[in-house]
């Protein structure tokens, strides 16, 4: 699971039990002693620190209101004796509105969620970069699929995923930083943000698409397009790389002459949804493209199930030449639409209508308006298609499902049995999340908590309503309760069993 329920909640989830207020992370809700020792861990810690100024870490998650929910939420309701404080602070720090958001206060609630990456190998530069492309749209609808994270700090909140939880606990920017009309360049990105532009020299890449928001640093982008013959989209997207400060640096790396060991070190402390990564050193890997995210899931069934489907979506796109692109605003806009709780069931999300060359579509690809070449849909639209929505030639929408399976037909003939079989195990659990058929894990998790014997309406996780959440999901790990048992819808929670 993406992160234990009550980490930096009141009672005992360390064993042993370890002080809060420590000297490192100076936080009201985690010790230091959850934090790595090695040096490289504080370090990036303190810097990012010293980089807000005195600006605090603001992590704001919403609570979830149930029927004994106090209304408006604020944590000194709950814990009176220890959060007078911390909700002073948040009011003073969180724009005088402490109501009704859970409060985190340390980097330390970010890294330590756990995501599900999927990385795949391209042949050439070219195809890194398309692939960067197709994979961007589908990022918030596979983290909406995957949705695991219905906890915080002990609380059921209104979410079901931990991405805006990461990029707040590990947003650096200065104040300056954050106002765009007082830096070059301007707007600029937190470090862990969808991904901020598209970068293809593919010709299904209209300028429109790109936002004009976003704007490189001019200086670095000539240097790039003059001294490295970077054509003007990728001497963008690294010139919005070079731009930052690193956040650990040590002096034999201050000290290298190679200047690829100290890209890699700005460039491995951005986090974008969809990572376009350079060749290694060695030559060992070639260019790469990373796919982020995803939501860890409980079981291995469900995690293997979707980086075969990532793979296999990847692959599909590139078989047939797909075009997935919408303006990257509203790839911006599907990452907090993704964020909605249960967004797979109650959710739109915005997706193009015509998503292949004219070998598919027999259409010329682009239009002069974006704006017509996508609409708001559904989950199972998106996955499985659907008859009623269609382009300007009349013809539906596939699916991505479909287009999957019409691709391994073509390609994967002398499959054996038993291989087919795996996949179509994992395009079906791919499938039922897509219709609701089969619960998320948020939903799942929060569904048992809300109906354990020690949940009070509140929104409140108790220890004992954690424990044996836990147990069960330890039981599923280890493969003795199948989890079609309890995530397919109206088949309860097993929770007595254990």
Known sequence: MPGFPRLGAPGLYTEPALPTHGLLLQSQFLPDGLISTHDRYGTIHDNMSARRAGRPCRVKIPIYRDKNTPWPWKESLQFPHQ?????????????????????????????????LQVTMQARNLREARYLHDQLSPLGPILMALSAASPFFRG???????????????????????????????????????????????????????????????????????????????????????????????????????????LFEILHSAVWPHVDFKLPSKDGAAGWRVEFRPLEVQLTDVENAAFAVFVTLVARTILHYGLNFYIPIDKVAENMERAHTRNAVREQKFFFRLKVGRATLDEEAPGSENPDQEYTLMTMTEIMNGSLSLQNSKGHSFPGIIPLVQSYILEVFESVSGDDRRTIDKYLDIIRKRATGEMLTPASWMRQFVQGHQDYHQDSFVSELACYDLMKVVKALGDGRIDPAELFLCGQGTKKDKF
């Not at 109501?99 to 756990?114: H, K, L, T, V």
């Not at 690294?238 to 731009?243: E, P, V």
């Open 83 to 115: 959060n007078n404080a911390q909700e002073a602070d948040a009011r003073q720090n969180h724009d005088n509105s402490a109501e009704n958001f859970i409060y985190g206060d340390s980097m330390a609630f970010g890294p330590s969620f756990c995501g």
């Open 155 to 261: 609380f059921l909140t209104n979410t079901d995923v931990r991405w805006n939880q990461a990029a707040s606990a590990v947003d650096d920017r200065t104040t300056n930083e954050l106002h765009s009309n007082t830096i070059k360049p301007a707007g600029l990105h937190a470090r862990w943000s969808s991904t901020a532009m598209y970068i293809s020299d593919d010709s299904q890449l209209q300028p429109a698409y790109n936002s004009p928001e976003i704007k490189a640093d001019p200086a670095i982008k000539r240097y790039l397009e003059h001294h490295s013959s970077m054509d003007s989209l990728l001497a963008s997207h690294y010139a919005n790389i070079l731009t930052r400060d690193p956040i650990a640096l040590t002096k034999n790396e201050l000290r290298s002459h190679e200047s690829l060991d």
